[in-house]
């Protein structure tokens, strides 16, 4: 079992960078694939990004490539979300997710453990 807690949350305006930060305790954590996922209000909980256990593997959807960053250091057991060229639109809350698959998800459903989330303002 492992335990989520984000932190990097806040208030960005147009163009702004932020990194998300995912520290996790528990069990070994190269053992999980990470992902990272984001619900606005009124809205589904939606993929963000993800990467593999040893971090060689990352995946993202259309809006994310190209702005967005996911990696990981395992030796910290923290995984991170670099987001550059943000958005005005989006507010949203951002959840650290992790799995013991072997391979990538991008669903919810496919990850077993969740972080509370960190809320980003002002960004999509």
């Known amino acids: 079992q492992v335990q989520l807690v984000e932190s990097g949350g806040g208030l960005v305006q147009a163009g702004d960078s932020l990194r998300l930060s995912c520290a996790a305790s528990?069990?070994?954590?190269?053992?999980?694939?990470m992902g990272w996922f984001r619900q606005a209000p009124g809205k589904e909980r939606e993929f963000v990004a993800a990467?593999?256990?040893?971090?060689?593997?990352?995946a993202y959807p259309d809006f994310a490539k190209g702005r967005f960053t996911i990696s990981r250091e395992n030796a910290k057991k923290t995984v991170y979300l670099q987001m550059n060229s943000l958005k005005p639109e989006g507010k949203a809350i951002y959840y650290c997710?992790?799995?013991?698959?072997?391979?990538?998800?991008?669903?919810?459903?496919?990850?077993?453990?969740w972080g509370q989330g960190t809320q980003v303002t002002g960004s999509s």
């Open positions: 528990g069990r070994a954590f190269d053992s999980y694939i």
């Open positions: 997710a992790a799995d013991e698959n072997t391979v990538i998800g991008y669903t919810p459903k496919e990850y077993k453990y």
């Open positions: 990467i593999s256990r040893p971090g060689s593997g990352t």
